[in-house]
Structure formats: C-alpha cells, structure tokens
C-alpha cells in the first residue's frame, strides 16, 4: 500500500524557515513525480511545487519561485521542500502526493496526483 506522511510543519515568524518531509512507503519513485500543495483556509488547494523524480526537473509556483527549494533523496524515498524568507500567505496546511504524470513547464494539476498525505500545518505569523 503506497503512502506518504508530511512532517516538518510549525509556527514561525514572517521571514523564518522551516522544512518538510514527505517520505513515501509502498513504491518505487523512479517512474513518478511528486509534488508539493497547500490549502490556506476557505481556499483551494493549489500546488506550490513539483519533482519529477528520474531526472529531478522541479517547477514551482510562482509565488514561492526564489524562496522554496524542492528536492529529492532517492535512497530514503523522500522529497522535501525548504522554505526559506516565509510569508504570512504562506500559511497553510502542505499536502505532498505522488504523480502519475508530467508536464514540461508546469505542474500537472491536481487530478494527476494520488496518494495524498494527511497534511502538516505551516503557520506564519506578522
């Protein structure tokens, strides 16, 4: 059974750091992307950025473009996002999921992605 859990979350000043873990149990990433979502309260989720897992191309949304890395450790089977020079916008519950497609210039949406994880709650305060 494939399975992802977030870890990493935490309350943090404007202009803070913090870093997710998203490993994933069950399968074999070398034939996958993942990627990274948030969910801000009464808003949609929306992908804050993507990995393609053979060849580590990553694309980001371009609201955290400069400010997050995403990244990959293919011995632990596991992506991470670093999150550096937070926004009060950035706040969020951060979802990573497995993708089963992708594109060249952005992320696959959505409906591209299974395996959601249960979530870790990013907070930054003003």
């Known amino acids: 059974q494939v399975q992802v859990v977030e870890s990493g979350g935490g309350l943090v000043p404007a202009g803070g750091s913090l870093r997710l873990s998203c490993p994933a149990s069950?399968?074999?990433?070398?034939?996958?992307?993942m990627g990274w979502f948030r969910q801000a309260p009464g808003k949609e989720r929306e992908v804050v950025s993507c990995?393609?897992?053979?060849?580590?191309?990553?694309i980001y949304a371009q609201s955290v473009k400069g400010r997050f890395t995403i990244s990959r450790d293919s011995a632990k089977n596991t992506m991470y996002l670093d999150m550096n020079n937070l926004k009060v916008e950035d706040t969020g519950v951060y979802f990573c999921?497995?993708?089963?497609?992708?594109?060249?210039?952005?992320?696959?949406?959505?409906?591209?992605?299974?395996?959601w994880g249960q979530g870790t709650q990013v907070t930054v305060s003003s």
């Open positions: 990995i393609k897992w053979s060849s580590i191309d990553t």
């Open positions: 069950g399968l074999t990433l070398s034939a996958y992307a």
């Open positions: 999921a497995v993708g089963v497609a992708w594109r060249q210039t952005m992320c696959a949406p959505r409906s591209d992605y299974r395996n």
